[in-house]
């Protein structure tokens, strides 16, 4: 079955950086479009940046020039570069897959619809 695993998260002050992974298994990744979203603490599910099959990528508006999306398909890994963190990134991040929806529609849609998710990774950003 398929499975996306994130790792990365943690805590760190704002200004720092971090870089989240998602290692997927049980689908031929290279033919999937992959997305990170994020869920703040008492917030919906919110689009943060995505990629096509063929590297396309989307930002969310609010980490545009700070985040950058990027995918390894020898690896099967989704990576999520966060620099310039700010204490309002603090949420948990996801990882979603979808062989269908772009990347693009992915962000407008805040993920809904995207087939497959990880159980997500935690980041803690303080001022």
């Known amino acids: 079955q398929v499975q996306l695993v994130e790792s990365g998260g943690g805590s760190v002050q704002a200004g720092g950086s971090l870089r989240l992974s998602c290692v997927a298994s049980?689908?031929?990744?290279?033919?999937?479009?992959m997305g990170w979203f994020r869920r703040a603490p008492g917030k919906e599910l919110e689009g943060v940046a995505a990629i096509d099959s063929d590297g396309s990528t989307t930002y969310a508006d609010s980490v545009k020039g700070r985040f950058t999306i990027s995918r390894d398909n020898d690896k099967s890994t989704l990576y999520l570069q966060m620099n310039t963190l700010k204490p309002e990134d603090t949420a948990m991040y996801y990882c979603a897959a979808d062989s269908w929806i772009t990347a693009a529609i992915a962000i407008e849609r805040h993920g809904n619809g995207m087939a497959y998710w990880g159980k997500g990774t935690l980041v803690t950003i303080s001022s």
């Open positions: 049980g689908l031929t990744f290279s033919r999937y479009s």
